[in-house]
């Protein structure tokens, strides 16, 4: 498996949100993780980033544990909930902001291209105020994208839309990710999301990620 979870453990303020829970995913995998809020959807991806530690357990990607490794060196991509874009950078220096470390040509390079898989060229020096919720969403996802992660993280990624949008972003969503064979795990509460988008579906339940069998995918 190219995400492993093994047995892992995590409580906040006394409160155990996930015992012994185990979870994997397939190089390329799309996978939703269903539930309402409070479930421990986020915290679970938190726990994945680094920002929240696990007391017990362990975390693989490609072989190599993470468990143990600040989120700076887990190569982890993270789209939040409400895109946290910054206000004052234009959507080229937002997409551009987490490949400072790459070379100039290979920055404008990976720039072109997200902002063409995005379709955001005619986007690229508007701020984040001048655009449509579907097209701050597009930044935010260039944004991760373009460092290459090894997983994608996507928090709620359609909460903020209005419904008559959803279907179409839904659909150039999993045409971005299947065209870079990204890896992705995203949570919703929407089982109409997961259908849209999802190769597989869980749910945390009992303190325990489980695949739901009859997603009707």
């Known amino acids: 498996m190219y995400l492993e979870v093994k047995d892992i453990d995590f409580s906040f303020k006394d409160e155990t949100i996930l015992k012994e829970a185990s979870f994997s995913m397939k190089k390329g995998e799309i996978v939703a993780l269903l539930g309402p809020s409070g479930s421990g959807k986020s915290t679970f991806l938190r726990v994945l980033t680094g920002l929240a530690h696990i007391s017990r357990g362990q975390l693989f990607i490609h072989d190599e544990e993470i468990t143990k490794l600040p989120p700076e060196k887990r190569h982890i991509g993270m789209v939040f909930q409400d895109y946290a874009l910054f206000p004052h950078m234009s959507v080229k220096q937002n997409i551009m902001f987490g490949i400072e470390h790459l070379k100039k040509d290979d920055r404008y390079l990976q720039l072109h291209k997200m902002l063409k898989l995005t379709n955001l060229t005619d986007k690229c020096h508007k701020y984040p ?25 996507l928090d709620e990624p359609f909460s903020n839309l209005d419904t008559e949008l959803k279907a179409g972003i839904r659909l150039e ?3 971005i990710l299947s065209s870079l064979d990204t890896t992705c795990l995203f949570v919703t509460h929407d089982i109409e999301d997961a259908r849209a988008i999802a190769d597989s579906v869980y749910t945390i339940e009992n303190y325990k990620i489980k695949k739901i069998e009859n997603a009707n995918m």
Not at 129 to 153: K, N, T, Y
């Open 173 to 175: 969503l999993k045409e």
């Open 129 to 153: 105020h001048q655009l449509s919720g579907g097209e701050a969403q597009r930044v935010a996802l260039a944004r991760s994208l373009a460092a290459s992660p090894d997983l994608l993280l």
